[in-house]
């Protein structure tokens, strides 16, 4: 079943002179589509250095003391930001860091711009040492960058220099930011330090002249440590005048293999040159097939194929066990005994894989158009579910496919399935058995209904984030996807610290139709969770630091003040993010006694966040969450406080946002219908939504859209109620997956016992189909009054449509508050506490 050549030949290699030479340049407009590299962690601005070799692209950040790649990669100035392959750019680098970011670069000057070779000169000036904050005396360093035609690597070289009076001891050590790599050198001295993300399909690789390497790991940060000749110590000792040299070379690769091989043949070893061409039976490449090289029970290294369904690699003239995994297919098992072949022999073979066990999907609306959908594989009985890429891939993600049009073709084990086919809460979901069998292909079929619809409202997610952020490695365009999958209508692209943009995504999408947005930011200082703030429309400011964005301040209140009044006091929306209500309005010191609180920046929080709503009705003032470590914490109970707040006159409208970090389900399990006149997602005008969102024209929802009116004012209006009396209907409707059994209205923050109807005591007000409940009723209030209308599902989940984490929650929507002024004179707040005292900040252990 598949078909073996071996082309064992051995000849000369003839290594091809391409025309152009080498360069270096300052990034600009001008060159930027020849020199700055592609790729899902590329951080390159304008003022950045840029080289290009015949083989490598590289990107060292500018020398300025405001130079951060993104939120968490800060003070790159100085350090190489972006590393990848001239013929394939695909840069995953986050940063290399040289000397650990204990010296600051302040001047960077290229010394060759063309020819062979290029060099780019650092420099960072001797620091005495300091004792506040706590730091030794640092040498002058000379730092050079030389990258050549026909090398696969950056060469790195320090030249330390002592120009103090006394002897200076300091560590030969670098540091490199591989987030989320699902593969690094294990810990220790090794020969070659490496990380590789084999999914991504980028490694990258460092050896050092004529110095031992040991390293240490973590998710995200690798320590490098070099250790001289003749020394068993990672320090070095200057004597006053005295200069040390340290050079390292940067290889990145397409995976550890080629990393491996690059680093073998630099160092000389013998290798044959293999690679593998990965066909099916009609000799159509297979991309991303999962390849791993073993010795005995060790891994020697992986790789996925790529586009035209090529690994290849220089390996050791050893003995290996290859194997070929792909989802669909079975896998591929072969030994290779590269014992008896000569060095630099090369050895092409070409692997037939089966035919694969296919899903080819056609998810259509109800007129049969194309419509964007999730759908999810589950496998049944003995079968596994499908796991195509990790949490932060972009399409196939875990058990997911995610369809921008619902046409789709993917591979899948044979087996026994359950599609579940979803495009958000106004539609019902299809579940669709699935039996799959070897080398066949399946049909997907499935028409998705509308349940309901909300006219005059869209649904909205102000709060999402992906890679750009600094903080999680998610592709953006997953994220996109997920967004428009679970049928948000609007969403502002809030990535941390940094003003971006989902346009491009859209546009390539081709849905520009489907989810209105704009450029946004969360804006993200310490002390977590207070200092933390979206806003939306923001001006981008493409390849500048940011894109343009404000910088955070140590203080709350200048920080909000800040992101309010920029682009010269433009109109936005600001949002205050999951704040602890105690410490943000009633305690600003945290010690436990009430004060005013961050007063001065409350004049600038236009919405706030209050999720989650689905504990709405527990009524309690605080809330007990485990952390990481199972420690059980006590905090604040968000919507409580927030119900206690509008009691005290404070009318922020709440809002509920997902926060999305990875594109497993991260995406859809709350959302803000908003009043918008848009009948199309693509005309919706983000001041339109700015305008209402700061009103409170506000429903806040994890699935059930519920519409409420008390006479004529929506949630977040003011009303006149002569007498106290008018008409309030409220209407709840939901897909097939979703159900509610309670409808509670909340006046002034309490629920009124009057006021309550659930499906046992008013069977009559509930149905069983899209339209859940329905009730139009007299009112009379005797004083002014805050009402506010929650709909819930005490007797259900959400479900597994949304995944484990938002499926464990009860179905609930709730209302912003309509203020009603009975006496005249406008709404005045009761000043209840709701039976609590007001809040100060929360966070202490349970005992
Ligand atoms: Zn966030």
Redesign the pocket.
Known sequence: MSRCCWLATSFALLVFQPASAAELAVLTDANWDRLAPAGKEADCILGDYAFRSDRLMIVVAQPLPTRNANMTVKQVGGCVIDLTLAANPNDQLSAFYPGMRRHVFTKAEITQAGGKKVVLVCTAPAQAAKTEPKADAQPEVRLEYELEDGQPFLLVRSIFKNTFDSPLDFALEDDLRADDFDQKVKAGPADLFWVHDHYFQQAYGLLADKHALRSRSDKRTSVIQYVPEKSDVSTVKLQPGQTYELVRRLIPGSSVLAVKGEAARLRGQALVRCGWHLVDPLYKPVAGVDVTLKQDDTVYGTARSDAWGWVRADLPLEKFALTCKTPGRTTLQRDLDLTKLKQNDVVNTEYELETPSLVVAEITDEKGGPIPCKVAFKGKGDTSSPNWGPPNAQQAVVNLFYSENGRFTVPINPGEYEATVSYGPEYDVVRVPLAVEKSKKIALNAVLKRAFRAPGWVSADF?S?STPSGDNTTDQRGRVLNLLCEHIEFAPC?E?NRIDSYTPHLKALGVEKLMGTCSGI?L?GIPLPLN?QNAFPLKMKPRTQDNGAPTVDLDPQKQIRRLAEWDEHAEKLVQQ?HPDIGWLFFDKDGDGTPDEGYKDGFAFMNVIEVHPIHVVLTAAPTRVYADMTGKKIEYNHTIFNWLQLLNQGVRIPGVVNT?AHYNFHGSGGLRNYIRCDATTPSDIDPLQIVRHAKKGHIVMSNGPFLDVKLNDAIPGDDLRLEGGKGKLSIRVSCPNWLDIDRVQVLLNGRPDSTLNFTRKTHPNLFGDKALKFEHAFNLALEKDTHLIVVAIGEETEVGDVMGPMWGRQKPAAMSNPIFVDVDGGGFKANGDTLGAPLPVKSGKPVK
Request: charged fraction near 20%.
């Open positions: 709060h984030h809030t941390h969360e993200t933390h993010n926060d």
